[in-house]
Nanobody, 121 residues
Framework: QVQLVESGGGLVQAGGSLRLSCAAS????????RAWFRQAPGKEREFVAA????????DYTGSVKGRFTISRDNAKNTVYLQMSNLKPEDTAVYYC??????????????WGQGTQVTVSS
Protein backbone atom coordinates (compact mmCIF):
# COMPACT_ATOMS: atom_id res chain seq x y z
CA GLN A 1 0.00 0.00 0.00
CA VAL A 2 1.41 3.35 -1.07
CA GLN A 3 1.37 5.99 1.64
CA LEU A 4 2.64 9.54 2.04
CA VAL A 5 2.70 10.61 5.67
CA GLU A 6 3.30 14.22 6.67
CA SER A 7 4.63 15.30 10.04
CA GLY A 8 6.06 18.38 11.71
CA GLY A 9 3.04 20.64 11.73
CA GLY A 10 1.95 22.57 14.78
CA LEU A 11 1.31 25.94 16.36
CA VAL A 12 3.99 28.62 16.06
CA GLN A 13 4.17 32.36 16.57
CA ALA A 14 4.62 34.71 13.66
CA GLY A 15 8.28 34.92 12.73
CA GLY A 16 8.93 31.36 13.87
CA SER A 17 9.97 28.28 11.94
CA LEU A 18 8.74 24.77 11.30
CA ARG A 19 10.08 21.85 9.30
CA LEU A 20 7.59 19.57 7.63
CA SER A 21 8.49 16.06 6.53
CA CYS A 22 6.70 13.70 4.19
CA ALA A 23 7.79 10.09 4.30
CA ALA A 24 6.71 7.72 1.56
CA SER A 25 6.22 3.99 1.84
CA UNK A 26 4.97 1.22 -0.38
CA UNK A 27 7.05 2.24 -3.38
CA UNK A 28 10.01 4.41 -4.24
CA UNK A 29 9.39 7.94 -5.47
CA UNK A 30 12.95 8.65 -6.53
CA UNK A 31 11.84 9.29 -10.13
CA UNK A 32 8.86 11.44 -9.15
CA UNK A 33 8.76 15.13 -8.50
CA ARG A 34 7.58 15.92 -4.99
CA ALA A 35 5.52 18.90 -3.96
CA TRP A 36 3.79 20.70 -1.13
CA PHE A 37 0.35 22.24 -1.34
CA ARG A 38 -1.73 23.94 1.33
CA GLN A 39 -5.38 24.61 1.94
CA ALA A 40 -6.74 27.24 4.29
CA PRO A 41 -10.34 27.12 5.56
CA GLY A 42 -12.77 28.20 2.87
CA LYS A 43 -10.07 28.37 0.22
CA GLU A 44 -8.93 26.15 -2.61
CA ARG A 45 -5.83 24.01 -2.33
CA GLU A 46 -2.86 26.02 -3.55
CA PHE A 47 0.63 25.16 -4.73
CA VAL A 48 3.48 25.96 -2.35
CA ALA A 49 6.66 24.34 -3.67
CA ALA A 50 7.94 21.51 -5.83
CA UNK A 51 11.25 19.75 -6.37
CA UNK A 52 12.31 17.61 -9.30
CA UNK A 53 13.27 13.97 -8.89
CA UNK A 54 16.98 14.81 -8.95
CA UNK A 55 16.58 17.95 -6.82
CA UNK A 56 18.16 19.93 -9.66
CA UNK A 57 15.06 22.09 -10.04
CA UNK A 58 12.77 23.74 -7.51
CA ASP A 59 9.73 25.94 -7.85
CA TYR A 60 8.02 28.15 -5.27
CA THR A 61 4.89 30.21 -5.21
CA GLY A 62 5.72 33.89 -4.87
CA SER A 63 4.43 34.38 -1.34
CA VAL A 64 6.88 31.85 0.15
CA LYS A 65 10.00 32.59 -1.91
CA GLY A 66 12.92 33.40 0.35
CA ARG A 67 11.11 31.99 3.40
CA PHE A 68 10.47 28.32 2.52
CA THR A 69 12.93 25.72 1.24
CA ILE A 70 11.96 22.38 -0.25
CA SER A 71 14.44 19.51 -0.23
CA ARG A 72 14.43 15.75 -0.59
CA ASP A 73 16.34 12.68 0.46
CA ASN A 74 15.72 9.92 -2.07
CA ALA A 75 17.51 7.36 0.08
CA LYS A 76 14.88 8.00 2.77
CA ASN A 77 12.02 8.45 0.27
CA THR A 78 11.29 11.71 2.09
CA VAL A 79 10.66 15.32 1.14
CA TYR A 80 10.99 18.27 3.49
CA LEU A 81 9.66 21.81 3.69
CA GLN A 82 11.67 24.18 5.88
CA MET A 83 9.47 27.14 6.71
CA SER A 84 10.95 30.28 8.21
CA ASN A 85 9.63 33.74 9.08
CA LEU A 86 6.14 32.28 9.21
CA LYS A 87 3.17 34.59 8.86
CA PRO A 88 -0.45 34.18 9.98
CA GLU A 89 -1.45 33.87 6.32
CA ASP A 90 0.63 30.68 6.13
CA THR A 91 -1.93 28.99 8.37
CA ALA A 92 -3.35 25.99 6.51
CA VAL A 93 -3.34 22.24 6.21
CA TYR A 94 -0.19 21.31 4.31
CA TYR A 95 -0.25 18.34 1.96
CA CYS A 96 2.61 16.58 0.23
CA UNK A 97 2.24 15.03 -3.18
CA UNK A 98 4.19 12.95 -5.68
CA UNK A 99 3.87 13.12 -9.44
CA UNK A 100 5.06 15.21 -12.39
CA UNK A 101 6.75 18.58 -11.81
CA UNK A 102 3.80 20.93 -12.03
CA UNK A 103 1.87 23.50 -10.01
CA UNK A 104 -1.44 21.83 -10.91
CA UNK A 105 -2.78 19.76 -8.03
CA UNK A 106 -4.92 17.42 -10.13
CA UNK A 107 -1.83 16.22 -12.00
CA UNK A 108 -0.31 14.62 -8.90
CA UNK A 109 -0.80 10.89 -8.46
CA UNK A 110 -0.25 10.46 -4.75
CA TRP A 111 -1.23 12.56 -1.73
CA GLY A 112 -0.66 12.57 1.99
CA GLN A 113 -3.37 13.13 4.57
CA GLY A 114 -2.16 16.59 5.55
CA THR A 115 -0.65 18.26 8.60
CA GLN A 116 -1.99 21.42 10.25
CA VAL A 117 0.20 24.50 10.48
CA THR A 118 -1.15 27.36 12.58
CA VAL A 119 0.70 30.66 12.86
CA SER A 120 -0.44 33.01 15.59
CA SER A 121 0.03 36.76 15.37
Amino acid sequence: QVQLVESGGGLVQAGGSLRLSCAASGRTFSTYARAWFRQAPGKEREFVAAISWSASSTDYTGSVKGRFTISRDNAKNTVYLQMSNLKPEDTAVYYCAAGPMTRTARMYDYWGQGTQVTVSS
